[in-house]
C-alpha cells in the first residue's frame, strides 16, 4: 500500500481505521525528516496490515498543534482512534516497524 497524504479533511478517516495507522509528521526542509521518509515508504509498500501517512506540519498546523508536535519528524501510532506510541526524532526502520507492534 502506498503512504497517504493526510490533511485535516481526510483525517478522522484514517483515525477510524481498523488497522494500526503510523503518522509521519515532517517539513520538507528537514534533514532528519528526508532520512526518515524513505523508511516509512518502505514501511507502506511492505506492510499492508498498517495505514500509513504522512503529514506536513507547514500545510497541516492544526493536526500538528492537536498532536502536540514540538519537534520533527515526529511518528505517531493510532490504534482504534487512539495514540498508543509517539516519538520525536530520527529512528531506524526496526524501531518504527516496533512501535506498530508494541
Not at 72 to 85: D, F, Q, R
Request: hydrophobic share 45%; with cysteine.
Amino acid at each position: 500500500m502506498s503512504v497517504l497524504s493526510i490533511h485535516k479533511n481526510n483525517f478522522q478517516s484514517v483515525a477510524a481505521s481498523n488497522k494500526p495507522v503510523l503518522l509521519d509528521f515532517y517539513a520538507d526542509w528537514c534533514g532528519p525528516c528526508r532520512m526518515v521518509s524513505p523508511l516509512v515508504d518502505e514501511i507502506a509498500a511492505e506492510n499492508p496490515q498498517y495505514l500509513v501517512g504522512k503529514i506536513n506540519v507547514e500545510q497541516e498546523l492544526e493536526l500538528a498543534q492537536a498532536f502536540g508536535v514540538a519537534s520533527i519528524p515526529t511518528l505517531v501510532v493510532m490504534k482504534e482512534g487512539k495514540v498508543v506510541s509517539q516519538y520525536a526524532g530520527a529512528r531506524p526502520k526496526s524501531q518504527i516497524l516496533a512501535m506498530l507492534e508494541e
